[in-house]
Nanobody, 126 residues
Framework: QVQLAESGGGLVQAGGSLRLSCVLSGDTFRRYAMAWLRQTPGKERELVAANSQRHGSIVYADAVKGRFTISRDSAKSTVNLQMNDPKAEETAVYYC???????????????????WGQGTQVTVSS
């Protein structure tokens, strides 16, 4: 079955940079739209960025545009999230998610993704 394994979380200073990675195993990577979402206590999980090779589409939350970059490495079945100039309020658990059946209009919706990683904590110090 499909499994997602995240890495790269940790402590970063505001204004610094951090790179998260997520490896998909158990199926063909190119079939899957991949996304990063984040969640803080008491709040719903929200989309940070999504990348669908099948749809030829990349989307970002407005709050991260110009600072975060999502990318795919097909040779390694990996999706990366490069976080530049993170802000303290972006401290959260970051989750990798995947779906092989998601439609284009659902890319921004957490409910469109059926596979999830365990989450990795990102703490941005001010």
């Amino acid at each position: 079955q499909v499994q997602l394994a995240e890495s790269g979380g940790g402590l970063v200073q505001a204004g610094g940079s951090l790179r998260l990675s997520c490896v998909l195993s158990g199926d063909t990577f190119r079939r899957y739209a991949m996304a990063w979402l984040r969640q803080t206590p008491g709040k719903e999980r929200e989309l940070v960025a999504a990348n669908s090779q099948r749809h030829g589409s990349i989307v970002y939350a407005d709050a991260v545009k110009g600072r975060f970059t999502i990318s795919r490495d097909s040779a390694k079945s990996t999706v990366n999230l490069q976080m530049n100039d993170p802000k303290a309020e972006e401290t959260a658990v970051y989750y990798c998610a995947a779906s092989s059946t998601i439609i284009l209009s659902q890319l921004r919706c957490r409910t469109g993704y059926g596979y999830w990683g365990q989450g990795t904590q990102v703490t941005v110090s001010s």
